[in-house]
């Protein structure tokens, strides 16, 4: 079985400072990870996607996130917080050879100016 | 990749009733998935919806709960029937992104209160 734990449930961080948002996953087989991000009465939105390829993944709007397998770990950054990141991030695993995704319950990140 | 139209965004309901929630997409897809977000926890799935086949529920989802609709392959409908307050949650539909093997689109979302 399949499951991410999202270490934080709210992180609160000053605009232009780093953001981090943990990830650790556990999963039999070799998983397929992602970052989403839902904005407030906004759909999901993939952020990024590990799928075994270079383990520093680079996503959209200056996010990128870490696979490192020994510490089963898909840890989220950015360099400097805006504004407009202020949203509800999770992260996802899906199994290989599987379309199930199973996500974490979520991280919530607020800016503050 | 596929656009997604989900209504209604949000409805409340008087316990006992049914709402059916609608997911157009602006492509064909084989598959379709329909989640539920309970209050501040994260998404669940509940079921696989295939056109022209019965959908696959997942571990505690029963199909006279949440009858699944898949007329066609570019439509969905999630029912969900004889609401309690414990219904109240927000749902998503889902399909795979087109010509990505890995990634997902989703709806907008149906944010239901039952009172």
């Known amino acids: 079985a399949q499951s991410v734990t999202q270490l934080d449930s709210h992180v609160s961080v000053s605009e232009g400072t780093p953001v981090l948002l943990r990830c650790n996953y556990s999963?039999?087989?070799?998983?397929?990870l992602f970052w989403y991000v839902q904005h407030p009465n906004k759909g999901l939105q993939l952020l990024l996607k590990y799928t075994s390829a270079a383990t520093l993944v680079k996503g959209i709007n200056g996010f990128e996130a870490e696979f490192k397998k020994s510490e089963t770990s898909f840890h989220l950054t950015k360099p400097s917080a805006h504004m407009s990141d202020a949203a509800e991030y999770f992260c996802?695993?899906?199994?290989?050879?599987?379309?199930?995704?199973?996500f974490g319950k979520g991280t919530k990140l607020s800016v503050i100016p | 990749s596929a656009v997604i139209s989900q209504k209604p965004s949000r409805d409340i309901c008087q316990r006992g009733t049914s709402l059916t929630i609608q997911c157009q997409v602006d492509?064909?897809?084989?598959?379709m998935f329909w989640y539920r977000q309970q209050p501040g926890q994260s998404l669940t799935l509940i079921a696989t919806a295939n056109q022209g086949s019965e959908a696959t529920y997942e571990s505690g989802f029963v199909i006279d709960k949440f009858p699944i609709s898949r007329p066609n392959l570019t439509f969905s409908t999630l029912t969900v029937s004889n609401m309690s307050p414990e219904d109240s949650s927000i749902y998503l539909c889902?399909?795979?992104?087109?010509?990505?093997?890995?990634?997902?689109?989703f709806g907008s979302g149906t944010r239901l209160t039952v009172v």
């Open positions: 999963s039999s087989y070799s998983p397929s």
């Open positions: 889902s399909v795979p992104r087109t010509g990505d093997n890995y990634g997902y689109t």
């Open positions: 996802v695993v899906r199994k290989a050879g599987s379309y199930q995704l199973t």
């Open positions: 492509s064909q897809v084989t598959m």
